[in-house]
């Protein structure tokens, strides 16, 4: 299992979890952004800088996946990819998507950004807090520990 990052906008406090997880466990995390990132002096750790663009990083992360590895995402389309290559996906809040949530999240996905079209203000997501890291933390635990 290797650990892929969507790190543009991945927040700095759940990069640090994942750093000190790859430590922990001995396994390869990548972070993949459009723009140079500072990362901690380790063999485990590295960064894959991609051109910018639309969709640039999330389509290097998809090439360069194999099933069983992780990604961590907020992007609902890219954890859809990520499902039907045989990846694990999981959002910077905790949530592991799967193949019974992806669909009613990319169809919610679709009507906000509907709403967004005719000029509806939707507002952004909350910002990330003490909960939400907590519990990325505990669900990143739960899925390394039944890594083989």
Not at 24 to 32: C, E, P
């Amino acid at each position: 299992m290797k650990i892929w990052v969507d790190a543009d906008a991945c927040p700095v406090a759940i990069k640090e979890i994942l750093y000190r997880a790859a430590e922990r466990t001995g396994l390869s995390l990548t972070l993949v952004a459009n723009q140079t990132m500072r990362i901690p002096a380790s063999p485990l750790i590295s960064t894959l800088k991609v051109a910018s663009g639309f969709d640039v990083a999330d389509n290097e992360i998809v090439k360069r996946l194999a099933a069983g590895d992780l990604v961590i995402t907020g992007d609902i389309p890219l954890a859809a990819a990520v499902l039907e290559k045989g990846g694990l996906a999981l959002n910077p809040r905790g949530e592991l998507y799967t193949s019974d949530t992806i669909r009613d999240r990319l169809t919610m996905r679709d009507f906000m950004d509907t709403l967004r079209g005719s000029g509806i203000v939707t507002g952004g997501p909350k910002a990330l807090n003490h909960g939400d890291r907590h519990a990325f933390a505990n669900q990143l635990d739960k899925i390394l520990s039944k890594r083989p």
